[in-house]
Structures are given as C-alpha cells and as structure tokens.
DNA sequence: GTCCCTGCAAATGGTTTGCAGGCGG
DNA sequence: CCGCCTGCAAACCATTTGCAGGGAC
C-alpha cells in the first residue's frame, strides 16, 4: 500500500510546530517576523499545495500583505522549506517540506472540482538518468503531474 | 529560463503543406484570412514550442494583431490543430500537430540557454492506468517535462 | 543602531476581452 | 449580406518591485 495515494485532509504527514519552523529561520539568519509566523501557522495547516492568493486568503485580515507572501514563499522556497508545484494553470502552488523531505512527489489532479491526491511514488529515476546520458546532460529533474475526473464529479 | 538562441530548425518532422492545414479549418467552418495563413506558415517553421510572443516576432510586421495570434491559437488548440506545452515559466508554448499525431511527447528543456530536446518515448501508460484504478479516477492524462544542463552550457 | 522586512502602490508581463468596422463565404 | 474575424485599446490577474518607515536582533 505504499505507492496508493494519501488521503486528502488527513494532514497525516508530519508537520513540524511553529518554534521548529522558525528555528530555521533564524539558522539562516532570517529574521523571526509576525507576517513569517502567520505564514508559517498557515502552511502548517494545509495538506495540500495552496497557491498564494488561497494561502493569504486563510490569514487574519491584516496579517499581513499579499506581497509580504510573495516574499516570504521566494525566502521558504530559497531555503527549502517549501517546494513549488505547477498544475499548468499559470498559479504556483506551494507545500510545507518536512525535515529530511525533498518533496519529490507527485499530483493527481480532478480537472473538475480541482480535487487533488498525493502520489507518492516515483519510479523516473532510471529514465532521467537515460534522458541525461542520452543527450548529454547534466542535473536532469522532471516535472510530473497527472490529471483526470475523480469519481465524485465522474457521477455528476 | 534565459533567452533563447534558437539554433537553424532541423524541421525533421514532417509537417503538413499549407493548403492541407487551411483545408482542415475550412472542414471546421472556420475562415481562412490573411493572419490565420501568415500564422500557420510562420509554425510551420517551428519544430520546437515556440510562445506565442516569438512567434508573433517571426511575423511580418503588419501581417497580424497580437491579440489574434491569442486567438489563432486558442481556435487552433480546439481544433486539435496545435499542442500546448508549459515549461513552468507561466509562458504557453504550441507545436504543430501533425495529421493523426496526438501530440504525446515530453521536452528535455536546458535551463540556462533554454535549447529544447523532443523526447519521444513516453513508457507511462500502465502507470497512468494504475494510478487511475488505485484512486478512482477516470480520463487520466499527464504532463511531464525534464530539466537539465546541456553540454554547452556545462562547458561555459 | 543596523539593515532586514514590511505595507502600500505602482509597474510588469502574459493573456483576455469589448467594441466597431471589415471581409470571407 | 450575414456573421465571423480583426485591430485597437483597455482590462485582467498573478507576480514583482521601488520606496520610505519600522521593527528584529
């Protein structure tokens, strides 16, 4: 069962607590701020990748302002605290890494109601590594996602 | 991604003459005017994604609007004329589609000169199929593109 | 006391759209 | 001739940035 895809909303995925998140702030020499905090508390709360507009939307008015998120995501994902997807809607999306997490996972995207499952495994190494050799490249990534109808919005 | 230096086209894929590809919009009940020509002709050219900016570059100054090549395009996508890719730089980039070509291909994309390399072999079938049965999905498609550091770029 | 960080507002860049006139079928 | 297409300009939307004041360390 190790390959199915999680559970939405379960939030069964470790997440660090705040003091742990912003330890790590202050390790890069980041300063400890209300509006990273918010942030922060905010991330934690999600499951799944929320884009920018959603994240900030989930923060008392006045947290802080929309481009303060902005900055703050360039910042967490500089230091890999979080990591971007792009599910091709011209929306970066964002998810909290744990510790030890690269984040190398993929989506399954309803193209319906935007439901979205986690899929866990990755079996692209060995292709990457081909494509790398094959056209003489280095640092080879890929990005992946999939989509489809989800079950829900299939019997609508 | 930086700029791109296009290198000569090696236009190894066979792409459909141009009263052929008029003939398919008239079939749609679409008219043929002077900017849906200049604008075929000038993807003709192409044999890699090309954003619909360079592509309104490549044409004559006065051949058409910019806003129209948006719109050539969308009609196009419809029709199962053209394929849009996304590189996740929230730029859209087409290709001609050759006649009963589907398009499914990924893109080995250098992200410092951006030069583009078709990777044909696509072996993600099952793993699509699974991943639908396993999560009760239907209609499951996917997008995948790889990223690296071509040789040259390596050298500098 | 530094200078990093923030709010505000304006700028940016890709893409879309409203409108009135023009041309393909 | 009818209605699709087009050019033009303005609107849109996610994202970025300049600036000056304020707070973290």
New binding site residues.
């Given amino acids: 069962m190790g390959s199915l895809a999680r559970k939405p909303d379960s939030l069964e995925r470790y997440q660090a607590d705040l003091p742990h998140l912003?330890q790590k702030?202050?390790r890069g020499?980041?300063?400890?701020?209300?509006?990273?905090q918010a942030?922060l508390e905010a991330l934690r709360r999600q499951s799944h990748p929320v884009?920018?507009?959603e994240l900030f939307d989930t923060l008392t008015q006045?947290?802080?302002?929309?481009?303060?998120?902005?900055?703050?995501?360039?910042?967490l994902e500089g230091m890999s605290m979080v990591k971007r997807f792009d599910f091709g809607d011209?929306?970066?999306?964002f998810e909290l890494l744990s510790d030890g997490d690269d984040g190398h996972h993929h989506h399954l995207v309803c193209t319906q109601c935007a439901e979205v499952v986690e899929i866990s495994d990755c079996s692209m190494q060995e292709q990457e590594a081909q494509i790398a050799t094959r056209n003489g490249f280095t640092h080879v990534t890929h990005k992946l996602e999939f989509f489809g109808i989800c079950s829900a919005c299939r019997a609508l």
């Fill in positions: 912003t702030l202050r020499s980041r300063k400890i701020t209300g509006p990273r942030i884009s920018i507009k006045g947290d802080c302002d929309l481009a303060t998120v902005y900055r703050a995501m360039h910042l011209r929306v970066a999306r």
